[in-house]
């Protein structure tokens, strides 16, 4: 990794959550070397983007984000130069897992008091009803709201067997309605994918998700084939056009940017406490990688 290689500006020490120490190769390529030596671990590893790695900056704050990046990316023909902050490596929610370069995020989970309310004008509550969603504050635009959807959460019983017996859980749904007419800025007709539940019919809840089948400004990534994770499920490649893209179906939390692939080079194989076998033929029948919060 290192070997026939010059570096340039940027070797910066990275202290938590782990050890590691950033070399910015001159040929744009990242190495890190991550030391633990209360595990008598050295780990060397090599990133490479849709770009070029110029150099790394790392700040005394929160210890898996206050990392920085310069990178140099083409944007329509044109060579860019943007500063790029390292994702957070853990997470709360499978929703929230960041593993593009480059990306931007749509968060359209409620976190006001705006409620919604779903009512009928059919009388049913199945696909093929009319449903009104009604908001307690203005939250719709006009067209640009067609096909966009909502998920609603709720919490419900159900009968889960365990060891042999049924037994009663509280268990939390989510329902999805697609929207069909915009009427006014606070309420809508649409439909519901399945059956609207009993425990939300004619219910105010703040629990929602606007979820978005345009994801707009993104002019650093303008001309690009993107990657997507869109609800903690992959999906794309889309390429962006005029800042956007459209997607498949509506996401209600969707990060955007470019793909990158995971590999590993395993060490050589040896046999522990044994006669060295690196010389040796050898026959591998199996292989297992135990992976964490990984998609797709």
Known sequence: LFEGYRFGRGIDHWKAPWS????????????????MPEQEVIGSHWHDTTGKWLDACSLPGRPDTDCYYLVEREVGGVLEQFIEQQAPTRFD????????????????RNDTATMLTVTSNTGGWGEDDELVITASAPLFAGAGDLGDAFLIAYDTIEQVEIDGELVDMDVTKRVQVIIDTVGTSTDVQAHV???????????????????????ADLWHLEG??????????????????????????????VHVGHNYRAEIE??????????????????VYAVAILVRGTRG
Request: aromatic content about 10%; proline content about 5%; hydrophobic content about 35%.
């Open 193 to 215: 994918v399945g059956t609207f539940p009993p425990e939300l019919r004619g219910q105010a809840t703040t629990r929602w998700t606007f979820q978005r089948d345009t994801i």
């Open 93 to 108: 929610s499978e929703d929230d897992l960041f593993f593009v370069d480059s990306g931007l995020t749509y968060d359209g």
């Open 266 to 283: 395993t060490l050589e194989l040896n046999m522990a406490g044994g006669e060295p076998i690196r010389d040796m033929s050898k026959l």
């Open 20 to 35: 590691v120490l950033w070399f910015s190769r001159a040929d744009g390529v990242r190495i890190g070397i991550t030391y």
């Open 224 to 253: 690009a084939s993107v990657k997507v994770l869109q609800d903690g499920g992959v999906s794309g490649p889309y390429t962006v056009k005029d800042g956007r893209i459209t997607l498949g179906d509506p996401g209600g939390v």
